[in-house]
C-alpha cells in the first residue's frame, strides 16, 4: 500500500500479509452484576459491581471446562466462551455525593464485519507484539480448561502495574497513557486498559491471589514483546489484554475540574492504581491453541476460527442471580453501603 499518512492500526492490519499474529475482537456486555467466580468463588454476591463479557457459563462458581457447558457468547470469536471482566467505573456527583454508573461505550467495528457491539470490551490475544509473531522463537501455549488470572490488585494505592492504564480521550485521539485517573474532562470517555501476566507456571490453574501461578513481563505501556518467561514460570502463553471505554462525557456538566476532585471512581471505591481485570478462560476445545499456531491468524480472526454476527452475539445473556437495581442515582455503590456490608476482608478478592 502506498500512502503518505499514517494509517490507524487497523487500515494497517488489514494490509499486512502474513507473518503477524494475535486476534483482536469487540464482546458485547453479558451482564453487570456482582458476581466474581475468580476473585471470589461461590461469592454470591461478590463484593463489588462488575461488567461481564463472553459466554453463558458465568455464574458465581465456575470450574472445569466452561467452553464445553456455555452455549452462546457474546464475543464475536464465536468459540470463544471465555469470561472477561473489570469493576464497572462510576460517577459520584460533587455536590450531592450519589453515585450512579457509567456505561462501557460500545466497542468500535474492527474489522471482519464487527459492527453493532453492544457495551463490552475490545480483547486480544498476541504473540508478541501488535505487528509480529514469536512462534519461531517460543511456542505459545494455549490455557487449560479451567484456568483463570487476575491482573492489578484492589488494595493497591500507590501505582497499577505497567500494563494497566488511563487515557483521556477527546475525538477519537486516546490522549497520554497514565497510570490513575485522568485529571480533567476528557470529551470522549475514559478508556483503560489491561495487560495480563504472559508467562505460566504450567500447573496451577488459579493460586490464592489468583497472579502467583503467573509472571508478569510486562514491563511497559502498549503492546511490546514480553521478555522471555523465567524458569518459575516457563510456559508462555498467548498476551492476553482487554480495553474499555467508559463514557464519562454525559457526566461533564456535572463536575468542575478547577474546584472538585476527580469524580470518577472504580465500584470498589479504590484509587486509580486499584484498576484490575480478570480472565476465565472458555475457548472450545482446541479453537485458541489453533488461533495461536498460525501466522495468519492476525486481527480479525483465520479460516479456522469461527466467528459470528455481533446481532448474534448480543442475543446472549445469563440471568440475573443477585437481584439488585444497579441503575439511576444512588446513595451507594452496590454493595458499598458500610450498614449492610458484610466486612470479610481477610483476603483479596478483585
Ligand atoms: C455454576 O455452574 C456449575 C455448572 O453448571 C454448577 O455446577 C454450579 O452449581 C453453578 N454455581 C452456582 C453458584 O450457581
Ligand atoms: C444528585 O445530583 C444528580 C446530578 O445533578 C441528580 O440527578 C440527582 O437527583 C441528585 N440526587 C440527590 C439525592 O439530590
Known amino acids: ?43 454470591l454476591p461478590s463484593a463489588h459491581l462488575h461488567m461481564i463479557v463472553g459466554g453463558n457459563a458465568f455464574n458465581a462458581t465456575m470450574e472445569g471446562d466452561v467452553g464445553e457447558r456455555a452455549t452462546c457468547t457474546t464475543c464475536q470469536m464465536s468459540e470463544d466462551f471465555s469470561n472477561y471482566w473489570v469493576a464497572n467505573m462510576y460517577f459520584k456527583d460533587p455536590k450531592n455525593g450519589t453515585y450512579h454508573r457509567v456505561m462501557p461505550k460500545p466497542v468500535q467495528p474492527l474489522l471482519g464485519g464487527s459492527n453493532g457491539a453492544q457495551g463490552g470490551l475490545t480483547v486480544y490475544y498476541t504473540q508478541f507484539d501488535l505487528s509480529r509473531d514469536n512462534l519461531k522463537q517460543q511456542a505459545i501455549k494455549a490455557f487449560p480448561p479451567g484456568f483463570r488470572m487476575v491482573v492489578g490488585n484492589p488494595t493497591e494505592t500507590k501505582k497499577p502495574h505497567a500494563g494497566l492504564s488511563y487515557q483521556c480521550m477527546s475525538g477519537s485521539n486516546r490522549g497520554t497513557i497514565v497510570s490513575t485517573w485522568p485529571t480533567g474532562k476528557c470529551s470522549n470517555g475514559i478508556f483503560t486498559t489491561h495487560h495480563f501476566a504472559p508467562c505460566w507456571d504450567g500447573k496451577n490453574l488459579d493460586t490464592p491471589n489468583h497472579q502467583d501461578h503467573m509472571y508478569n513481563t510486562v514491563t511497559s505501556e502498549g503492546f511490546t514483546n514480553a521478555p522471555a518467561c523465567p524458569a518459575s514460570h516457563p510456559v508462555r502463553v498467548p498476551q492476553v489484554t482487554f480495553e474499555v471505554e467508559w463514557d464519562t462525557n454525559k457526566f461533564n456538566n456535572l463536575w468542575d475540574p478547577k474546584t472538585d476532585k476527580n469524580p470518577f471512581q472504580w465500584s470498589f471505591e479504590g484509587t486509580g492504581a486499584g484498576t484490575h481485570a480478570d480472565y476465565m478462560f472458555g475457548w472450545k476445545g482446541d479453537s485458541l491453541q489453533r ?4 501466522s495468519e491468524c492476525f486481527y480479525d480472526g483465520c479460516g479456522s476460527i469461527k466467528k459470528q454476527a455481533m446481532t448474534e452475539a448480543n442475543k446472549c445473556t445469563v440471568k440475573d442471580f443477585v437481584k439488585e437495581d444497579i441503575d439511576g442515582w444512588v446513595k451507594y455503590m452496590p454493595g458499598q453501603d458500610p450498614s449492610s456490608k458484610p466486612m470479610v476482608k481477610k483476603s483479596f478478592s478483585a
Open 1 to 43: 500500500m502506498k500512502s503518505n499518512t499514517i494509517p490507524t492500526l487497523g487500515a494497517a492490519a488489514a494490509f499486512i500479509a502474513t507473518a503477524q499474529a494475535g486476534l483482536r475482537f469487540p464482546c458485547s456486555t453479558l451482564t453487570v452484576q456482582r458476581l466474581d467466580p475468580a476473585g471470589q468463588p461461590g461469592a
Open 291 to 294: 488461533a495461536m499456531d498460525k
